[in-house]
């Protein structure tokens, strides 16, 4: 997926959850991407915020460690 369309639709998500306290909303985010983004897109955003993750909201890096730590434990 083109990466400004991935941060569009990350950020997207964040807005959502962002009326929600900011643990819930976190947890909220690492659940949408996981359920609902398949494993090529999941990859693509995992490696994005490696690399700084510009652009994206507050929000979604620290649900994508979430979805880091969920990924590397289902690797196991």
């Given at each position: 997926?083109?990466?400004?369309?991935?941060?569009?639709?990350?950020?997207?998500?964040?807005?959502?959850?962002?009326?929600?306290?900011?643990?819930?909303?976190?947890?909220?985010?690492?659940?949408?991407?996981?359920?609902?983004?398949?494993?090529r897109?999941?990859?693509?955003?995992?490696?994005?915020?490696?690399?700084?993750?510009?652009?994206?909201?507050?929000?979604?890096?620290?649900?994508?460690?979430?979805?880091?730590?969920?990924?590397?434990?289902?690797?196991?």
């Open positions: 997926m083109n990466p400004e369309l991935m941060v569009h639709k990350a950020n997207q998500i964040a807005l959502y959850f962002a009326s929600f306290p900011p643990e819930e909303g976190i947890a909220g985010i690492a659940d949408h991407l996981q359920k609902f983004w398949e494993p897109m999941r990859r693509q955003i995992l490696a994005y915020v490696a690399n700084g993750g510009s652009g994206l909201h507050e929000l979604v890096p620290p649900a994508v460690e979430i979805l880091r730590e969920s990924e590397s434990a289902r690797a196991s």
